[in-house]
């Protein structure tokens, strides 16, 4: 992909009364069109399965485990999106502690895990556009009552062969991340990204691969008005995509399908492909990767290979290939520049 060269427009000189001067002001263009750093991004979901609501001592692990990983990202100037489903939402409230605006407090963004209509697809139990988009709003109501609903805009999964792009507008969420194999099930197989793509291929084992395969194709955020196709609409959704997967799973050497070692080979990796994106990439459009972090990983064990990964993403943001932002902070940036 070629890219244009970035130019510095100068906006004027604003004087003080006493005619003093204050500092230039610069905005980085891209011809006539603003250039936008490569943002970075975390996704770690409080899960469905969890048993946070009815059980307080996991409850309590999950919070140590959360606030430690702020701690470490803190460290490194990082920041953590951390996105729940009912179970943690509810232990917040039934335990007294509300960890998720703990999280918006220390800096970094919160939005609604929403594990539906994928479990009924696969047992061919379809779910209506108005079940899962109440299914929906029950998830982000929990969310909303404790950070409050302007600071909870966005829904992480809910693909199925039901429209979740209808559900998701009709339960109010602004964008979907956490975009994988399992979004594509709505879609009509002949307008799918790629012919591999079909129902029993997704249904099987695919559901959590990242779409489209090319990553590149995927970088960049986009509106949807409907699941007619995968190709960016002028009006919609905003589709927050950029998936690379488990963070402990970009090394080729790993072996494992899961719960695989966190290395530092992984972090390498990462490393590798951020820097190639950055090369390729648009610089005049919003463009994005996520890497997943589960809550589970931010163990003590994990501390070095932690510490090297922050440590490794701080010199990209300082030498100017990356900028760390929320989930929510990204997708606002978009709707800046495309109202």
Same mark, same amino acid.
């Given at each position: 992909?070629?890219?244009?060269?970035?130019?510095?427009?100068?906006?004027?000189?604003?004087?003080?009364? @006493?005619?003093?001067?204050?500092?230039?002001?610069?905005?980085?263009?891209?011809?006539?069109s603003q250039s936008y750093p490569l943002y970075f991004a975390t996704m770690t979901h409080m899960e469905g399965g969890f048993k946070d609501d009815t059980n307080q001592d996991l409850f309590n692990l999950h919070v140590d485990?959360?606030?430690?990983?702020?701690?470490?990202?803190?460290?490194?100037?990082a920041i953590l999106t951390i996105e729940s489903e009912k179970p943690f939402a509810e232990g917040s409230s039934t335990w007294g502690?509300?960890?998720?605006?703990?999280?918006? !407090?220390?800096?970094?963004?919160?939005?609604?895990?929403?594990?539906?209509?994928?479990?009924?697809?696969?047992k061919g139990k379809e779910l209506t556009v108005d079940q899962l988009a109440q299914q929906m709003e029950e998830n982000k109501a929990l969310v909303d009552d404790l950070v409050g609903a302007e600071n909870n805009h966005g829904c992480s999964g809910a693909g199925s062969t039901t429209d979740w792009v209808a559900a998701a507008q009709t339960a109010g969420f602004d964008y979907i991340n956490g975009i994988v194999g399992m979004h594509l099930l709505a879609i009509p197989q002949e307008n799918r990204p790629d012919p591999t793509w079909t129902t029993e291929y997704i249904l099987s084992g695919g559901y959590h691969d990242s779409v489209p395969t090319e990553l590149m194709d995927r970088i960049y955020l986009m509106k949807l008005a409907d699941l007619a196709d995968f190709e960016a609409d002028k009006t919609g959704i905003v589709i927050s995509n950029g998936e690379l997967g488990l963070l402990d799973n970009q090394s080729d050497a790993q072996t494992c399908a899961t719960? @695989?070692?966190?290395?530092?080979? !992984?972090?390498?990796?990462?490393?590798?492909?951020?820097?190639s994106v950055n090369e390729q990439r648009d610089p005049t459009r919003v463009a994005k990767l996520t890497t997943y972090l589960p809550v589970n990983i931010f163990d003590s064990k994990n501390e070095d290979t932690l510490q090297y990964f922050f440590s490794e993403l701080q010199k990209l943001q300082k030498d100017g290939i990356?900028?760390?932002?929320?989930?929510? !902070?990204?997708?606002?940036?978009?709707? !800046?520049?495309?109202?």
């Open positions: 992909m070629r890219k244009l060269l970035p130019s510095i427009i100068v906006l004027g000189l604003l004087l003080t009364s @006493c005619g003093s001067q204050t500092p230039l002001q610069t905005i980085e263009t891209t011809g006539t485990q959360l606030r430690y990983g702020m701690d470490l990202a803190e460290q490194y100037d502690v509300n960890i998720l605006q703990e999280v918006l !407090d220390r800096g970094h963004g919160v939005g609604t895990h929403c594990d539906l209509g994928f479990s009924s697809a696969k719960d @695989c070692p966190l290395t530092n080979a !992984d972090v390498d990796a990462l490393v590798e492909t951020i820097k990356i900028e760390w932002s929320s989930q929510w !902070d990204i997708v606002k940036t978009y709707l !800046d520049a495309n109202p």
